[in-house]
């Protein structure tokens, strides 16, 4: 029995044992981790469900594609031993497309929630050359051009705000609902009967329309100029192209595009038989998103990932105590500095649709530095050693700090912290002799 007692007591001593109840911790408390995860997840959910109660009634992301001249023609087929006469479409793009806007940004609330709206005066501009359909075979009687269109896309109509008129050769034409002839997508419409007269067509579309988070287009000039102002603060730039030209202020930014069509992947014109395909369209998209200049999910969602090094870092941090230093730390000692650091993250959320992400981080993690701190003067009976911890502490949320501004070196600072601690670590049990442990549980140093 006397025996049996021994083997238990080195057991109980042994520091190989004592680093897998410390493991074994660690793994047990990425429960709480994995559970906050998903908790951003279900408020990130909760932010788009009040996103688009305002977006539905105001007005959502808008992409405006075109204009693009449709023009019906015939085309003869041969069905059995019998021909008849079948109409195709041909789509035509403007020779130049200026389109120059304003958007007058502001911020909307729904509940703890927000949502940059923007209400914007629109005006497109341009050139059509008569279109030329004898490349595809067609005969100029064949075409229709009392039938023809002109078409623009507009992602979501309802938010038109203006009884938009075309101005087609100093001629104005009402627009009707719906995109026509050349598709099925939302937009308006305007019919050309009588209108096709000339070599060279001009168009003016003014429009007035109310949107969110994002406004965009499509390059369809040969030559497509975008100029846009506003009052946001803080645009991201979207798409293949970046602006030529921008200044971004207090006051808002102002950014111009000038766009050449050989940049794009599709023609100026095409037929049914040979469509582009709207994907194809949809990837040239450009323009500006109206963001928030930090996404407080997306940065409690980033930080919650450094959980885990945190905890192994804080914990060898207490074992190092324990080998250097004649005391012993409690498993439920560990277990109550661990929930203190999975705590950090919910509280840092909390606070953070509240107070913003800067605040809440500094009130989160001062919370738990201070909290941990006070704590490790009981487990590690010293200020001294208790002040390490919370030195230790510091500089690791000062640290995660800087991670989540600078995610372009967070792989760099990573690192070199890592094989920083790891060098402190083999420094100070460089003279521990770890084949001999007393019954204290505290490795002998070697001479």
Do not use: C
């Not at 050989?262 to 998209?285: F, K, M």
């Not at 192994?312 to 080998?323: I, N, P, R, S, Y």
């Not at 372009?408 to 070199?416: A, E, H, N, P």
């Amino acid at each position: 029995m006397e025996a049996l007692l021994k083997i238990f007591e080195q057991i109980k001593n042994s520091q190989f044992v004592r680093i897998l109840l410390v493991s074994f911790l660690i793994l047990m408390l990425q429960i709480p981790t994995a559970m906050m995860q998903g908790l951003v997840g279900d408020r990130q959910n909760l932010r788009q469900e009040a996103i688009s109660s305002i977006t539905t009634k105001w007005g959502a992301q808008q992409k405006i594609i075109g204009p693009q001249l449709v023009v019906p023609y015939t085309r003869q087929v041969q069905s059995g031993n019998s021909r008849r006469s079948e109409v195709k479409l041909g789509i035509f793009l403007p020779q130049t497309l200026d389109v120059s806007g304003v958007m007058d940004s502001e911020t909307r609330y729904r509940g703890i929630f927000e949502v940059p709206v923007y209400k914007t005066d629109v005006t497109l501009r341009g050139r059509f050359q008569r279109p030329d359909l004898s490349n595809w075979g067609v005969r100029p009687e064949d075409i229709l051009w009392d039938r023809a269109e002109l078409n623009l896309q507009i992602s979501d109509a309802h938010a038109i705000q203006n009884q938009a008129k075309l101005t087609w050769n100093q001629q104005q034409i009402a627009f009707a609902p719906g995109q026509g002839k050349g598709g099925s997508n939302p937009g308006i419409h305007a019919s050309l009967k009588n209108q096709m007269t000339g070599n060279t067509f001009q168009f003016e579309v003014p429009l007035k329309l109310n949107g969110s988070e994002r406004l965009s287009f499509a390059p369809f000039g040969e030559v497509t100029q975008v100029s846009l102002k506003s009052n946001w603060r803080d645009p991201s730039f979207q798409g293949l192209w970046l602006p030529n030209r921008r200044s971004v202020t207090d006051k808002g930014f102002e950014a111009t595009w000038n766009i050449p069509s050989l940049g794009r992947n599709y023609a100026q014109q095409w037929n049914q038989d040979n469509p582009v395909r709207p994907e194809t369209i949809q990837a040239s998209v450009f323009g500006v998103d109206l963001i928030s200049p930090v996404d407080n999910y997306r940065m409690a969602s980033r930080s919650i990932q450094y959980n885990f090094l945190f905890l192994v870092l804080t914990f060898a941090t207490f074992w190092l105590f324990e080998v250097i230093v004649q005391l012993r730390v409690h498993p439920l000692q560990y277990l109550l500095v661990g929930v203190a650091m999975s705590l950090f993250y919910l509280l840092q959320l909390a606070l953070s649709e509240h107070l913003g992400f800067n605040i809440a981080y500094l009130i989160a993690s001062a919370a738990v530095v201070v909290t941990i701190s006070a704590y490790s003067v009981a487990v590690l009976r010293a200020k001294q050693r208790a002040s390490t911890i919370g030195a230790m502490q510091v500089a690791l949320y000062s640290y995660l700090y800087v991670v989540l501004a600078n995610q372009d070196y967070s792989l760099l600072i990573g690192s070199i912290g890592l094989f920083g601690f790891l060098a402190v670590v083999m420094y100070l049990t460089r003279r521990v002799d770890w084949f001999n442990v007393n019954r204290s549980g505290t490795p002998p140093t070697l001479p």
